[in-house]
Nanobody, 116 residues
Framework: VQLQASGGGLVQAGGSLRLSCVAS????????WGWFSQAPGNERRLVAS???????NYADSVKGRFTISRDNVKNMVYLQMNSLRLEDTGVYYC???????????WGQGTLVTVSS
């Protein structure tokens, strides 16, 4: 499985970004998808997930600001990030998830930098 995240960049606090992820290879369509964030010096953590039927879960820190969505036909997943904060800075990765863990080898993430 190959995972490619894109859409990151430099944005001022309060701004928005939309991340995209495309998956290729042996993808099981019915698995849940997630977006993970890794801030400098910290471990990678799950911030949003969505199951096949569209049920979503969010980390408390992003609730009400981030929205995860998926396209089951195209094997793509998205993360709309609004009202960005300095603490949202990090590298964002997508993966299919089991519980709170990624199922596949990590692809190249996309860097989000929020400035004041």
């Amino acid at each position: 499985v190959q995972l490619q995240a894109s859409g990151g960049g430099l944005v001022q606090a309060g701004g928005s970004l939309r991340l995209s992820c495309v998956a290729s290879g042996s993808i099981t369509a019915f698995n849940a998808w997630g977006w993970f964030s890794q801030a400098p010096g910290n471990e990678r953590r799950l911030v949003a997930s969505i199951n096949y039927n569209g049920h979503t879960n969010y980390a408390d820190s992003v609730k009400g600001r981030f929205t995860i969505s998926r396209d089951n036909v195209k094997n793509m997943v998205y993360l709309q990030m609004n009202s960005l904060r300095l603490e949202d800075t990090g590298v964002y990765y997508c993966n299919q998830v089991l519980g709170i863990r990624g199922m596949h080898s990590w692809g190249q993430g996309t860097l989000v930098t929020v400035s004041s």
